[in-house]
Nanobody
Framework: VQLQASGGGLVQAGDSLRLSCVVSARTFMDYGLGWFRQAAGKKREFVAGINYDGSHTIYAEAMKGRFSISKDNAKNTVDLQMRSLEPEDTAVYYC?????????????????WGQGTLVTVSS
């Protein structure tokens, strides 16, 4: 399983940005998917997760209402729509896949990781 994240960049506070992750797998719907992020000098943290068929999503508390995760089973992609971005959202964002098909926020359950895409939010 390979994941390729894209869409990062430099934006201003209050802007929106959409990240996308292409998942190369024999059967895309065999996996639960998630987004994590890691700011400089900090531990990687959970952002959002989605189950195998897209019917259930979960979010970290700080992202609720601002971020939205979705998946396109026809395109084998999982996207993260981010709104009202704040400088504190600056981080490298990673997409990940879990053989457990449920939506989950625990990093240890994700076996496959993309390379990350950098999001920088200026004030």
């Amino acid at each position: 399983v390979q994941l390729q994240a894209s869409g990062g960049g430099l934006v201003q506070a209050g802007d929106s940005l959409r990240l996308s992750c292409v998942v190369s797998a024999r059967t895309f719907m065999d996996y639960g998917l998630g987004w994590f992020r890691q700011a400089a000098g900090k531990k990687r943290e959970f952002v959002a997760g989605i189950n195998y068929d897209g019917s259930h999503t979960i979010y970290a508390e700080a992202m609720k209402g601002r971020f939205s995760i979705s998946k396109d089973n026809a395109k084998n992609t999982v996207d993260l729509q981010m709104r009202s971005l704040e400088p504190e959202d600056t981080a490298v964002y990673y997409c990940a896949a879990s053989i457990m098909r449920i939506a989950q926020g625990t990093e240890e359950y994700y076996s496959y990781w993309g390379q990350g895409t950098l999001v920088t939010v200026s004030s």
